[in-house]
């Protein structure tokens, strides 16, 4: 009897005592493997080219801090200016004629004919190869006096061309390749809006009597633009930095006709051996990508934005 009265106050005290506050699991474990590799690849690089850019570094020398020494460099160096102004020629011509004949190639393959599947498969083929091996391809297409090019060109009375080996031509010759083989990606892009658009507004213009061009311009182009824009955005990005193709057939001649601020940058870095001067121009570069996608950024939401107006 008193066994069972000591244990009962026992018993009771367990069953009122508190429970333990729940607390969330931590998720901690499984995101610090994440945030090393981050910090790894993506962090550390950044941060160290940052301090390179600081400090005067070439191989086989101690480092000097020279503070924005190598940015003030930049703006009264000739060679790193017209640098600038290629890069900007190329990327606007490797944007803007990929877009304009890939949005016409869409057109044509979204309508409906024979071997059409097939055609397409042919079309897009050029994006499937390596720029390396489109590169010696097209050098040897190229040459003045054995390339097809010229051949093709003498066909019609046109007398033969330089190419890549003329200061005048070797930006549009190089503009050529770069079209050539990302057209199809532009294509794929604007097939995907092209069979997102419902049929509904093609069939009112086709009882109102509207022309091919009117329904190009008024119905099948507006809802297109925002896949013209993503396919914009990625052609900017890849052309802005594009560096194979114009290594493998100019490396940046001839003399410094073709030299992008890529091709200059690795001149400057793995040639002259100057990492603090490099590691400047490519802290500059990121900035230039980075302000001509916001760029891009601003005038696709000032388009959102006056399209809810107009449809409001």
């Not at 080996?165 to 604007?190: K, N």
């Not at 092209?194 to 809802?223: C, H, K, M, N």
Request: charged share 10%; no cysteine; hydrophobic share 55%.
């Amino acid at each position: 009897m008193s066994a069972l009265t000591q244990s009962t106050p026992a018993a009771a005290h367990t069953k009122t005592a508190p429970e333990k506050q729940w607390r969330p699991p931590s998720y901690w474990p499984f995101v610090v493997p994440a945030l090393v590799v981050v910090l790894a690849i993506i962090i550390f690089p950044w941060v160290f080219t940052i301090w390179m850019s600081l400090n005067e570094w070439k191989v086989g020398s101690p480092t000097i801090f020279v503070g924005p020494s190598n940015y003030l460099r930049l703006t009264t160096d000739p060679r790193f200016i017209e640098a600038v102004g290629h890069t900007l020629v190329y990327t606007v011509l490797s944007v803007v004629l990929p877009l304009l004949l890939g949005t016409l190639a869409a057109v044509v393959f979204h309508q409906k004919f024979a071997g059409r599947g097939f055609l397409r498969g042919v079309f897009i083929m050029p994006m499937m190869a390596t720029p390396v091996a489109i590169a010696l391809v097209w050098t040897m297409m190229f040459h003045p006096q054995l390339g097809v090019l010229n051949y093709l060109l003498s066909l019609v009375g046109i007398p033969p061309q330089l190419w890549v080996f003329h200061p005048a031509t070797v930006i549009p010759s190089l503009v050529l390749v770069e079209t050539w083989q990302w057209t199809p990606l532009v294509m794929l892009i604007v097939l995907g809006g092209l069979a997102a658009i419902p049929t509904e507004p093609y069939e009112s213009a086709q009882i109102d009597g509207a022309s091919f061009w009117q329904v190009f311009r008024f119905i099948t182009l507006p809802l297109i633009m925002p896949f013209l824009f993503i396919a914009g955005m990625i052609r900017m990005i890849d052309a802005v930095k594009s560096f194979d193709i114009i290594f493998a057939i100019t490396q940046g001649g001839p003399g410094s006709a073709s030299e992008t601020i890529n091709i200059y940058l690795y001149s400057v870095a793995f040639t002259y051996y100057d990492l603090g001067y490099g590691s400047a121009i490519a802290v500059v570069f990121f900035l230039l990508i980075v302000l001509l996608a916001a760029v891009m950024l601003y005038f696709r939401q000032r388009m959102l934005w006056t399209e809810i107006g107009s449809g409001a």
